[in-house]
């Protein structure tokens, strides 16, 4: 069977996929920030970083672990 490998994570297309994520120190303190601004009355964050860093992956992880798919 040939699969396609793509080295992104595309936040629409991957939404129906689990997501293998590896939890970094970054991840943690990034998750604790959107949760504090949530819980003070910020309902949003802008996420910036490099093509590459892991944002949609995370954002994926996070989508699942929200909806109580994944730890």
Known sequence: MQTNFSPST???????????????NNSKEVSQEIINNYNSGRKFINLIGSYGTGKSSFLGALRQHLINKKN
Do not use: C, G, K, P
């Open 10 to 24: 595309n936040i629409i297309r991957d939404s129906h996929h689990e997501i293998d994520y590896i939890v970094t």
